[in-house]
């Protein structure tokens, strides 16, 4: 046995030495491969940034652009192992079959980013909803296949580009200005005058409310057991939160100080003595 194993060895070396060589070629290529891949995609992102091309495109065409790249490395490493072009192109013919019928939802995702990469309903760093499963967050990286979100305490959501294609995305952060609209309630017994005109000060003493925009302060409703007041305002997109919350407070704070009874849900009951 070890004779026959000897004389296989003796007769075949040249051959395995030969096919050894080529794996040992084949790695150091792929090895180097990989570095210039990198390189080039360095050099691509760093043209279109100084292009001033938008930063969901650059990560879109990065991504499309590794992926073509290392295809190219694999099939030139299949080549130096005697695969033919045809048998590659025969390959990639029934691959492509397989693939369109089995990663139907892949497809849908790349025609999906596609679209975005066209349209532009986001860019990168914008917030948005989405509508189907109600995901928010602001949106971080736009790839071939997935949009990545960032939520407000820190989360990461990733989201196929099929399904914010299919459907309605909402861009919170798309206009540099939002309107800002805040409804209080107040009890039917609470002098309404003095409460608007109380909505009216807090709304001209603000700093992040737009003074040369509409300022309206109204009663919304008569409700069972309140009345509903409010009114509607404009800040800057970026300061939309903040004004929201800090007049929030000092409306509550203004009207325990004016004697403004704030309402809540109650039931009066009166009983008649017969």
Known sequence: MDQKFIEFIER???SLAQFGLKILLSLI???VGLKVVRWLIKILRASLEKASVDAGVIQFLCSLGRMFLYAILVFSIATNFGVTESSIAALLGSA???LGVGLQGGLAN??????????KPFLVGDYIIESGSNLEGTVTKIEICYTTLSTVDNK???IPNGTLSNNSITNVTAKDERRLEIKVTISYQADIQKAKGILERLLKEDPDILSDQEMVVFLDELAASWVVIGFRAWVAT????????RLNEKIKESFDREGIELAYPQMDIH???Q
């Not at 025609?111 to 066209?118: E, K, Q, T, V």
């Not at 970026?238 to 919350?245: E, G, I, L």
């Open 29 to 31: 290529v792929f090895y």
């Open 156 to 158: 990461r959501i990733v």
């Open 96 to 98: 492509g079959i397989t």
């Open 12 to 14: 075949n070396l040249p």
């Open 238 to 245: 970026d300061n939309y939160w903040p004004a929201k919350w």
């Open 271 to 273: 009983i008649k003595k």
């Open 110 to 119: 790349l025609a999906g980013g596609i679209m975005i990469l066209i349209f």
